[in-house]
């Protein structure tokens, strides 16, 4: 394979759907070996659109070049209540990176 998985975590606010069926948010990644770019990712929101747009908003997006970026796409793109939680688990994900990539 070329590829591998990472996850991350990260507390959902009060108030959200998603709450009712977890009380976390997971990321998860598929990774390209050589390049560090996400081939793929999903996301544990409720609805599915929530799901294919953090999809689309995160594939291609190489994490070599660190996890600020991707944050700030969050940030500019995304506007339901996850947005912090969505960062977060995207800072987990990278620290899961970093430990992958500097063995």
């Known amino acids: 394979m070329?590829?591998?998985f990472i996850a991350g975590h990260a507390k959902l606010p009060q108030g959200m759907a998603a709450r009712n069926l977890y009380d976390s948010i997971t990321i998860t990644l598929?990774?390209?070996f050589k390049h560090g770019v996400i081939v793929d990712a999903s996301c544990t929101l409720v609805t599915?659109?929530?799901r294919d747009y953090i999809r689309q908003l995160l594939r291609?997006?190489?994490l070599r070049d660190g996890?600020?970026?991707?944050?700030?796409?969050v940030q500019k793109y995304y506007r339901g209540k996850a947005g912090q939680a969505i960062q977060a688990a995207l800072r987990d994900?990278?620290?899961?990176f970093e430990?992958?990539?500097n063995k």
């Open 2 to 4: 070329n590829t591998y």
């Open 30 to 32: 598929e990774l390209d």
């Open 48 to 50: 599915e659109h929530g």
């Open 60 to 62: 291609g997006y190489c």
């Open 67 to 73: 996890v600020d970026e991707l944050i700030n796409r």
């Open 93 to 96: 994900v990278y620290t899961q």
């Open 99 to 101: 430990l992958v990539n």
